[in-house]
């Protein structure tokens, strides 16, 4: 009964947001189809903007749970924004037990989604990055199959009417790469590899419309740094 209701205000909410968006995105969503019915999905997508954990929501509305940085669970007000909606922190520091991956199998095991960012940081460039293990041992763990994401822009910055698109591929399953529990990331190699493929190909190959390739503004502290350092050694 619990589940039904939050189920419910979730829809709701979904609904909101969408209208919300409408008038400020033209957001659209490409294989729907591909989303299996009747499980916990892990959703792995790329990160482009602090806007992913919503747009990928949107494709499935149903409860979603997401990993966030700890910093984020710091601020109040936004701390408790972020909890309803779901999301969990990487760490914390007060808890030196606090493990995320027992946090998020938890998470699945009680009927919600998660989305999963592989890359680690945002690539506001359009391009994807190289993923980690991390999404594969989620899986493997809690028995839960992967579904990969694209999520496309029309422009590196997001502005008033900005083209969106959500790509869907089909779901990876764990067990179909001999995974447990106990597999080790050698082992989860190829499932990791074949995800960050299906992403790559999503977002870089055949775009769903002309992409203008204008320099970012937001960068992330990692693309931040690594622009500083091609500066300096360019300088010497």
Request: glycine share 6%.
């Amino acid at each position: 009964m619990k589940y039904y209701i939050l189920d419910l205000c979730y829809k709701l909410v979904c609904i909101i947001v969408r209208i919300a968006l409408l008038p400020i995105y033209s957001i659209r969503f490409e294989g729907r189809e591909n989303i299996p019915k009747g499980t916990s999905i892990l959703f792995a997508s790329n990160h482009r903007s602090y806007l992913d954990p919503v747009l990928v929501a949107l494709a499935k509305p149903n409860p979603f749970s997401f990993i966030a940085k700890e910093p984020l669970f710091k601020k109040p007000g936004f701390s408790q924004l972020i909890r309803l909606l779901g999301a969990i922190p990487a760490s914390w520091s007060k808890d030196p037990e606090y493990d995320v991956m027992s946090a998020a199998s938890k998470r699945l095991n009680s009927g919600y989604h998660m989305t999963i960012f592989p890359e680690g940081t945002r690539h506001t460039d359009g391009k994807v990055g190289r993923g980690k293990a991390g999404v594969c041992v989620l899986s493997a763990k809690s028995g839960v199959p992967v579904v990969p994401v694209g999520i496309i822009f029309n422009s590196n910055n997001l502005h008033f009417r900005s083209k969106i698109c959500v790509r869907i591929e089909k779901p990876l399953y764990p067990e179909n790469y001999d995974l447990t529990a106990e597999s080790n990331p050698l082992e989860m190699k190829k499932m990791k590899d074949d995800i960050m493929t299906s992403i790559k190909t999503m977002v870089e190959e055949n775009p769903p419309f002309e992409i203008i390739h204008d320099e970012p503004k937001h960068k992330s502290s990692r693309e931040k740094s690594r622009d500083e350092k091609k500066h300096s050694s360019k300088e010497n």
